[in-house]
């Protein structure tokens, strides 16, 4: 584990302080923080950083949302149960790059996709002609915000479930029965139990889609302003030869993704206690 997992990240620090582009393999010189001043300094690596950022808020919280409402619906019994869990998990086990050509392609496409043939149908109904907007240059950060919020609800679902299932049920059906209403039942019992939960999701989610890169670029190919940090690392070391400055952007993701891992570790070490007292 070490040698496949630590000595390339101790490499890539080192690498992340030269001055090293490989188109000049004659002017490697040792540069010392100047790759990470770049990071935060350059126009165009602050923008994928900003970019990052909104991509992750916004996928989490949506993502979390609509798991939260989702959980509670099939936390509830009903005929088929079974098969509509399995049915609400299958974007989350889709091969992302699939997944975002299938966004691409089957819904976006402005000539042949769902969501401008619908519009097409809707505009025969009432006999008027229905815009067919181009879904992804209108919106090409929100277009990655959806295939990601479509993949990554049923990862928060099944967490928030989970949390669900485990709240002890002869408290609540005691409150019921003292009066209390169903908002008041989520408001101050079901919430709170969930909170962990809700950490927890957040977290994890957030880990990963700080790293995600398929999706940007079978999108938008990090054009139109939605480089984020993964993908700009991609463009400084395959097209631009850049090493230094890649690996030094490369060690502020797993930087960050280490930062996020240590609380939501410290978030299941919690809930194990908790659910051994």
């Given at each position: ?181 169903t908002w008041q039942l989520f408001r101050f019992m079901t919430l709170p139990h969930l909170r962990r939960y809700l950490e927890l999701a957040a977290l994890l989610g957030s880990i990963y889609i700080v790293q995600n890169f398929d999706a940007v670029f079978t999108i938008t190919s990090g054009g139109l302003g939605t480089a984020n940090l993964p993908y700009s690392i991609y463009q400084t070391f395959f097209l631009a030869h850049d090493y230094g400055a890649a690996s030094a952007a490369g060690v502020v993701i797993v930087i960050g ?21």
């Amino acid at each position: 584990m070490i040698a496949v997992t630590q000595l390339p990240f101790v490499v890539t620090i080192v690498i992340s302080f030269f001055d090293w582009n490989a188109l000049y393999p004659n002017d490697v010189k040792f540069g010392w923080f100047d790759n990470y001043v770049s990071v935060f300094t350059d126009e165009a690596l602050r923008n994928s950083v900003l970019t990052t950022i909104v991509l992750t808020v916004v996928v989490v919280l949506v993502s979390l949302v609509l798991g939260l409402g989702i959980a509670l619906l099939l936390d509830r019994h009903f005929w088929g149960r079974g098969i509509v869990r399995t049915i609400m998990i299958t974007p989350f086990l889709i091969v992302p790059v699939a997944a975002a050509l299938l966004w691409k392609h089957a819904l976006f496409n402005p000539e042949y996709g769902l969501l401008n043939g619908i519009l097409n149908w809707v505009g025969g109904i009432f006999g008027v002609q229905a815009p067919q907007p181009d879904w992804i240059s209108m919106q090409p950060l929100g277009a990655i915000e959806v295939d990601l919020i479509w993949q990554w609800t049923p990862f928060m679902m099944l967490i928030l479930l989970a949390g669900l299932q485990s709240r002890p049920l002869d408290v609540i059906e005691a409150a019921r029965i003292d009066g209390a209403s169903t908002w008041q039942l989520f408001r101050f019992m079901t919430l709170p139990h969930l909170r962990r939960y809700l950490e927890l999701a957040a977290l994890l989610g957030s880990i990963y889609i700080v790293q995600n890169f398929d999706a940007v670029f079978t999108i938008t190919s990090g054009g139109l302003g939605t480089a984020n940090l993964p993908y700009s690392i991609y463009q400084t070391f395959f097209l631009a030869h850049d090493y230094g400055a890649a690996s030094a952007a490369g060690v502020v993701i797993v930087i960050g993704s280490l930062l996020l891992a240590t609380f939501a570790l410290r978030t299941v070490s919690t809930l194990l206690k908790e659910e051994n007292r």
